[in-house]
């Protein structure tokens, strides 16, 4: 369940990024700050993927 929402959180910051990409208004400093969020969210979902459930 934590692999699927982290999913979920990752698919959204990387079409928030693409989103941005496609947005010819924005300036490239905004563009790039949103591909190091989707990065940031492919870290934590490969962390939260890899790790073992607590449970």
Do not use: C, E, R
Request: charged share 15%; aromatic share 10%.
């Amino acid at each position: 369940m934590k692999a699927f929402i982290a999913g979920l959180v990752l698919l959204a910051g990387v079409l928030k990024a693409v989103g941005t990409q496609a947005d010819p208004t924005q300036n490239i400093i905004v563009q790039i700050s949103y591909w190091i969020d989707a990065l940031a969210f492919l870290l934590i979902y490969l962390i939260v993927v890899t790790q073992k459930d607590n449970k």
